[in-house]
């Protein structure tokens, strides 16, 4: 079946067929990798084509053999470049390219490819170029870009880990710090999962996500406006946590919700609902704005929400953000959160208000 069939419109350069790898895929495919490339959680994503989350799981697993690529970023990336995901703000660059396949490489093929970012991101319009792939063994060339990532995260982990927290964005009086030794004073668990837990350990908290998605509520926190500094570390899996802002104090609540893949630099942000977790509107999609992290290292990530306004910093750089074109959100409570199949260790967690 015809790509234009599934989509029902042209992709950005006019042609209703895009180049490249997203042939190799079928019509309900497709239509996972659009969504995937909008954000969506396997259970959002069957409830939106009516099947199980089994089948898309089989789906995803299908996708990113065919596309051979290892991570749902990377089927985001390619999902946008591709056109299946349209941007609501022209003036924000797409996320970075996926990795391509070995084949790919030795073809080399003309693709299109994403310009450095500035300081700013999504303050400046992406330019995007057209040139030819470097003609090398896939072999050699994967490896040098193994080692090179490997280095420079070191580099750069080694270099910013202390300084994270005391750079980014200005903050005002203090509203919540966790400690360890008081967690469970702290901190209130929503285990809905058989499967799923949260530890209370010396070293922190430690969200065990089997499934679905696992979190806990910082206790006495409500406010409309929000600097949240968090150390976590990946110790299993590659799905990622969540900080989840505002809303909530009602189940008929919206909130913002803002998700971070340590090892593949990942960023994306959301509109939700309470009750049931259904994102409402895609704000940021899933694009690579962070530096990677080896697995198990420290990731020093703070989240600024003032106003309608998203921001998220490594570092003390500014990574990320988005402003909310939608009504205000009402003030609520500050959750931290595990993606499955993921452990995760939150040893810091601390909420100011903003300057």
Do not use: W
């Not at 704000?283 to 929400?305: E, F, N």
């Amino acid at each position: 079946m015809a790509l234009s069939t599934v989509l029902g419109r042209p992709n950005q350069e006019g042609s209703c067929l895009p180049p490249g790898v997203l042939q190799l895929l079928s019509r309900r495919e497709i239509e996972v990798a659009r969504l995937v490339g909008e954000g969506l959680t396997n259970p959002e994503i069957a409830e939106a084509l009516c099947i199980t989350p089994a089948t898309v799981s089989r789906h995803v697993k299908h996708i990113l053999t065919k596309l051979n690529v290892h991570r749902r970023a990377q089927v985001a990336a390619i999902a946008v470049s591709h056109g299946l995901v349209e941007l609501p703000y022209a003036s924000r660059p797409l996320p970075a390219a996926a990795a391509v396949s070995p084949s790919e490489v030795l073809r080399g093929e003309t693709v299109q490819t994403v310009s450095s970012r500035p300081a700013s991101p999504f303050d400046s319009p992406a330019g995007a170029v057209s040139r030819p792939r470097l003609l090398l063994p896939a072999g050699l060339l994967l490896g040098v870009m193994g080692v090179l990532v490997v280095a420079l995260a070191i580099r750069t982990h080694a270099a910013n880990a202390t300084q994270a927290l005391a750079a980014g964005p200005g903050h005002g009086s203090l509203l919540f710090s966790f400690q360890p030794s008081q967690g469970e004073a702290q901190f209130i668990p929503h285990t809905q999962v058989e499967g799923n837990d949260v530890r209370f350990t010396a070293a922190g908290l430690e969200f065990h996500a089997d499934r679905a998605f696992e979190f806990a509520v910082a206790r006495n926190v409500l406010a409309q406006d929000f600097v949240v500094q968090s150390h976590a570390r990946q110790l299993s899996g590659d799905a990622g946590y969540q900080v989840q802002l505002r809303g909530c104090v009602d189940d008929s609540d919206q909130f913002y919700r803002v998700t971070v893949e340590p090892t593949s630099g990942a960023v994306s942000m959301q509109r939700a609902q309470c009750n049931t977790g259904t994102t409402l509107q895609v704000l940021l999609p899933v694009g690579r704005y962070l530096d990677p992290l080896p697995q198990g290292a420290d990731s020093a990530i703070t989240v600024m929400l003032r106003g309608q306004r998203l921001e998220v910093y490594q570092a003390g750089r500014l990574a990320a953000g988005v402003t909310d074109p939608g009504s205000p959100l009402p003030a609520g409570s500050v959750r931290f959160g595990a993606l499955s199949p993921d452990v995760v260790l939150l040893t810091r967690f601390d909420v100011y208000r903003p300057a």
